[in-house]
């Protein structure tokens, strides 16, 4: 596994600073839960003008883990392990990503941009996944996914079908989708460099199970090392482009896409990360299972599109000015409900009788 390792980091790491090179905003080469909320504004999800383009990068996260799973035969068409729950817990993931303006992965990234308050957000996501370790020890269990079979095996390949369709449509300027004119959603790298990056980095996180929120889950369970690698190879490979091209810069202030609200940054990936580690898998890696057939998954990035509609049509999205009290609202309410949730959802242990 080391050079796989090695390798999927340098994809993420240094692809996402090229794709920058390339015309992404600056520290916005890969985010699972920004870019996915670029696609919910070019479907019409919510209405914010200069956050609507299909970015290909997602895209090609689905179709890089749907080919190499076909290819390598796992492919399984599964489900029914509560969707509905699942659905929830991506609305928290992306309202908590959305309030810091980044997902975990991107905190990374901004990190090795010079961007200091990924620290703190990291922080917050670490400190969430804790008290979802917490849940987990006590029981917390969503249910047995099923594997299809019959004609149910067709649902496994909705969302590559589904991605599929959105890349046509981007790739010819269907009228359907929303394009920023200005903003963030205007600034991208040309549809090809983008997808190409997306579907090498589908297929690496598919091939080496890559998580954020599994990599310190896994470590806080069993000390397992194997994908906190994977980031310390990414960090490396991004700050070494970063600080090749001129993009580092170091501090709190003035960030790219950011704000310095500590506090927020910190409670909004603390909510990402404990809906993450409940769902079994951080933004990323829920796109991967979805585009291996994963149902499950599925229903939890379509919470995640939802999510964005929510944050922005609330005005609940955090922004270079900071996050506004309904985005501090959603925060708090967001764990509130994830941990009532995480309480509920326990395994009930059965007593065993005397002389049995």
Partial sequence: ????????????????????????????????????????????????????????????????????????????????????????????????????MGCPLRAILRVAGGDLNGLTALAGFIAGIGVGVVFLKRGFNLGRAHIYTGGMQITGYLAAAAALVLLIAVSMGAGFLNFSAKGPGSMHAPIIISLLAGLAAGALAGRTRMCLSGGFR???????????????????????????FGFFKLGFENQPLAHTMHIWNFLGLFLTG??????????????????EGN???MFCVLGMLAGAGVAHNLNAAGSAAGVGINGQIAVVLGIAVISALGYVYREKLVPISKGV
């Avoid at 080919?67 to 817990?89: I, M, Q, W």
């Avoid at 980031?231 to 482009?241: K, N």
């Fill in 218 to 244: 896994d470590y806080m369970l069993i000390r397992d090392t194997t994908l906190l690698k994977i980031y310390g190879v990414m960090f490396l490979a991004a700050l070494a482009g970063n600080l090749y």
């Fill in 1 to 100: 596994m080391n050079w796989l390792i090695i390798v999927t980091g340098l994809v993420f790491g240094l692809g996402a600073v090229l794709l920058v090179k390339f015309g992404n905003p600056g520290n916005y080469g890969f985010c699972a839960a920004c870019q996915l909320r670029d696609i919910a504004g070019a479907l019409g999800i919510h209405s914010v003008a200069t956050l609507q383009y299909a970015r290909p990068e997602i895209i090609g996260f689905i179709l890089g883990a749907f080919g190499l799973s076909r290819l390598g035969g796992e492919f399984r068409p599964r489900g029914g392990s509560n969707p509905v729950l699942r659905f929830v817990l991506g609305m928290a993931m992306m309202i908590g990503a959305l309030v810091f």
């Fill in 274 to 291: 404990l809906a993450a580690t409940l769902a079994g898998g951080c933004p990323l890696r829920q796109m991967i299972m979805a585009g």
């Fill in 295 to 297: 149902t499950d998954a």
